[in-house]
């Protein structure tokens, strides 16, 4: 157990030592007799604090979640309150102060109360306020607070590994999931006006002239005889759109706050494309690329189908796997040891350092008590694989690499274009949101597009927007620990950070203005109808890990589901 000084009994022991060496000095024996029983006072009210504090915990003091589930959903940018207990079973009040949620950085935590006192035998209910800025699945591990003993001198910190899962979707995924649909079926009635088509059907879409072959059997008899002319009925069939959504997840569009992150706008506007078609009836595929093809899901249509697809957005979009982490085996192994310690009943003391087969093994073990059921990512070796499947089950952060994940921008394009030409259905309309290749017209990326041109398909560009992820406030970037036999690093004054990030934000905007038009216009001349994402709330800055405010999507809305 550790245990820690306040600042006042820090205050008493360096008075306490000042009074003994002034009476040392001037031979005063009353002088060193006061401050050393102001030394003494210290040790004793150390130990008693010691006591009451095992007391406490061999009674029983814990905290608990309230309610059955351990898991909860939420919206991007929403704010979720969840309830807790702390609970005291001695005969004696318990004061704890710095009450603190250990969770994911994802996740933006506040606590009421956050100091108190908990009565004999009695429990305080308190306030869990989470806000969500980024969609994933992220893990509230526990609560920690630091107990003061009887004389209030010493503090002793605490912690409780109660593992709680919040799974943050896309905010129109949220809305389009939590409404009531069909009725005492339970079936779904698509909304929305279908696409017509002439063909064989039983609607009739208007009365035209004769043409060299035409069947008989469609001729209107009666019709023709009054207006003294053949005239031929033409038919109409509903049809329902077949849409693809191309989704690039590559990890340099994780860079940038969290919550105003080319990704996290993006997944918004591709959560906004499935859900308008979802409702309308059409048929929604999705894909999900980043160095490669990550997820591929056929089209359909449903409540079920859509929960299905926001889900692949979660997983396709992570970070946990090896080519996509700044993790390697032994980061994911001190994390899991960090994590798996106070859930594991033997503290993990029968496992060496170093052993991490045997924290391999006890991570799987412990593994069923996770929030999340969670695939295996890739990795490197089973063992590591187990590892970053332990993180992914309890929503413990892996980040994005600062590497790019891909070398050929315009061959994993098409890859995943390729792949959307080749499936069956046809498709009726394609959404990519990705960043253009650097040469557009040349490469594998223009025998696509024309393959889906041939086909039939419109095809629809949207490009990540960087400009919220450039815009203050801006937060130093974190450097890794210093090594002492890198030498002397000189460390950058904070002052000297705010004057040169708006030069480099600036130079950066426009740099990437300028190639996003340069790129964007060359998908025009193939035939691409280019389109502008909009952000739903980051119209004015926000601070880090702030949640926007919800509001409605400020793009109009187009027949042919195009975002404007």
């Known amino acids: 157990m550790q245990l820690y000084p306040t600042r006042t009994a820090a205050h008493l022991a360096i008075v306490g030592a000042a009074v003994v060496t002034v009476g040392l000095v001037a031979r005063e024996p009353a002088i060193s007799g006061w401050g050393g029983a102001i030394l003494v006072a210290l040790a004793l009210a150390r130990a008693v604090t010691l006591v009451s504090v095992a007391r406490i915990r061999a009674a029983g003091f814990e905290m608990l979640w309230t309610g059955q589930r351990r898991l909860i959903r939420a919206q991007r940018g929403g704010v979720v309150e969840i309830e807790a207990e702390v609970r005291n079973r001695d005969t004696l009040a318990a004061r704890f102060v710095r009450l603190r949620a250990v969770a994911s950085s994802q996740l933006d935590v506040s606590i009421e109360p956050d100091r108190g006192e908990v009565l004999a035998s009695g429990r305080l209910k308190v306030k869990v306020k989470v806000r969500t800025p980024r969609v994933g699945h992220h893990g509230l591990?526990?609560?920690?607070?630091?107990?003061?003993?009887?004389?209030?001198?010493?503090?002793?910190?605490?912690?409780?590994?109660?593992?709680?899962?919040?799974e943050v979707l896309p905010r129109p995924f949220m809305a389009y999931l939590m409404q009531p649909r069909g009725g005492r079926s339970h079936l779904v009635a698509p909304v929305g006006r279908p696409g017509r088509s002439r063909g064989e059907g039983d609607e009739l879409r208007e009365l035209r002239e004769h043409q060299h072959g035409d069947p008989f059997r469609k001729i209107a008899w009666k019709a023709s005889s009054r207006r003294g002319v053949l005239l031929v009925r033409e038919l109409e069939r509903e049809e329902r759109d077949v849409v693809w959504v191309v989704l690039d997840a590559a990890v340099e569009l994780w860079a940038g706050p969290v919550g105003r992150a080319p990704l996290d706008i993006t997944i918004d506007e591709a959560a906004t494309i499935i859900t308008r078609h979802l409702a309308r009836g059409d048929r929604v595929g999705l894909v999900i690329f980043a160095s490669g093809v990550r997820t591929l899901i056929q089209p359909d249509h449903g409540p079920t189908h859509g929960q299905k697809l926001a889900h692949a957005m979660l997983v396709g979009c992570s970070t946990y796997d090896a080519d996509r982490s700044d993790l390697d085996e032994a980061d994911a192994a001190v994390r899991v040891l960090e994590h798996l310690r106070p859930l594991d009943a033997q503290g993990l003391a029968d496992v060496r350092r170093g052993d991490l087969d045997r924290l391999a093994a006890r991570a799987d073990a412990m593994r069923a008590r996770a929030p999340f059921p969670a695939v295996a990512p890739v990795g490197r070796s089973p063992r590591d694989r187990s590892l970053r499947r332990y993180l992914a089950s309890y929503g413990i952060e892996s980040p994005p690499r600062y590497e790019p994940d891909r070398r050929d921008v315009a061959a994993t394009v098409a890859d995943a274009l390729t792949a959307v030409a080749r499936a069956k259905p046809r498709a009726s309309i394609v959404h990519v949101l990705a960043t253009p290749p650097p040469e557009v017209t040349?490469?594998?990326?223009?025998?696509?597009l024309q393959r889906l041109a041939r086909r039939s398909a419109k095809v629809f560009w949207a490009t990540p927007d960087v400009e919220p992820a450039l815009t203050p406030p801006w937060k130093p970037a974190q450097r890794p620990p210093h090594d002492p036999d890198d030498g002397v690093v000189a460390e950058p004054a904070r002052d000297a950070f705010q004057e040169a990030a708006p030069v480099a934000a600036e130079a950066v905007l426009l740099r990437a203005r300028v190639a996003q038009t340069r790129r964007e216009a060359a998908l025009r001349r193939l035939g691409v109808r280019v389109i502008r994402i909009r952000p739903m709330a980051h119209r004015t800055p926000v601070d880090h890990l702030s949640a926007p405010e919800p509001t409605a999507p400020a793009s109009p809305t187009s027949d042919d589901g195009v975002t404007g």
């Open 442 to 448: 040349g490469g594998p990326l223009p025998p696509v």
């Open 141 to 166: 591990h526990g609560l920690a607070l630091e107990v003061h003993g009887a004389p209030g001198l010493f503090e002793v910190p605490l912690t409780f590994a109660n593992p709680y899962g919040v």
